[in-house]
Each structure stands twice: as C-alpha cells, then as structure tokens.
C-alpha cells in the first residue's frame, strides 16, 4: 500500500500546533508496519536548511492558477529520526513566503491564507505524479487540504482519499467567486463545487468533508 500525507505542518521541520504532531508522528509509524508512506507540503523560508537537509529532486511542474502557469520546484527531505521522505514544493509565488501561516489568529482572514493552501492542493497531485508516485490513498489534513478530495475526484483515477480533521472551529471559508476564479473551476466541474455555507461561501473544510472517500478527527 502507498500512503501520501498532504499537510500544512510537518514536527519539527515546521511545526505550528497538534496537526503538525500528526504530521510528523504517524508517517513513520506507518513506514515502522510496511507501508510505502511520504509526505507532501509547502517550502516556506523558514524552514531550516541547515538542520533538515534538503536536497533538489530535479523535478518541476505547472500549476495554473489565475489563468496564469506558475513554476513549482519540488525538493526533498526526512522526517528526522526516520526514512519517510518528505517533497518540499517551492514557489515565491504562493507557497514559500514566510512561515506557515500568514494569520496569527486560527481564522482565516485574508484570501492570501486561502490562496496559499489551494495552490498548494492543486500542485500536490502533479507534483506526486512528477515523482512517480500514484498512492493508494491520500491522506489530507484539516482545511488546508480540503479542497484536494475534490480535485482527486475530478482528476480521476484509483487513489482514494481520507480527510482528517484536527481543528473544526477553523473551517476555510471565503466568497466562491474568487475560490472557484483562482482555481480555474465551475460547479460543473464537480457538484460539491456547488455547495454554499450561509454566507454564500464555500467552506474548505466541508468540501472536505463531503468529497472525501473517508472522514476520521483526531480526538472525539
């Protein structure tokens, strides 16, 4: 079985909160019982080349978004204290100005939040594919990755996908037009794509939710 992780987060290399513990821990607890398992996130400035390797994997994708093609670089690293590979995507453009998040209160606030992790969950199945890896399952985590389930379902294919929650009260949410606008999508492209909170938003973590092939949080 092949597993990929898609996060925000990663203990230690960039570590905000319990997501990142998740992130960290459970992929080579994984890779300890025989899974095939690596993970997948963001390059941001802060991480800490010199404590945490990083080497250029030689691969490059496109991403469209905006109706522009932006250049994502894909590097590589491990999870320290294990083998799990971790792909780091680098581009200025969207994933790797700053640290983490950009708010320092857990709700979003700013379309650059929101325009951070969906670029991010768009670039991670051409980027998984650039590398020659097709998982079994794609594991994503919170908000962050809500909207990748939708895009593996359009995109079609065997991977299924299992969305964890981690923090419900921090949801994803702003205005569809822009959402759909900068990921160069219509309702008709998937009909979860159509869904609405009571803003007339859509909601990441719900998208999640729903497109998901399995749903799981991390505490009750």
Known sequence: MTVAFATSELTPIAKV??????AG???KALAHLGVDV???MPHYDTIDAKKYPITDTGKTISVRAQKKDYVVKINQTVIPGGEVPVYLLENTDFLTGGGVY???SAMVNSFQEIERFLFFSM???PALSA???EPDILHCQDWHTGMLPTFAKI???H????FTIHNLANQGKWDATEILSFVGLTVEHHPNLALRDNHDDINLIQQGILSADLVNTVSP
């Open 159 to 162: 991977t299924k996908t299992l």
């Open 38 to 40: 690596c993970v997948i």
């Open 131 to 133: 590398l020659g890896i």
């Open 25 to 27: 821990a459970l992929p």
């Open 155 to 157: 995109a079609g294919g």
């Open 123 to 125: 670039a991670v199945l």
């Open 102 to 104: 950009f708010e320092k």
């Open 17 to 22: 909160g319990g997501l990142g513990d998740v």
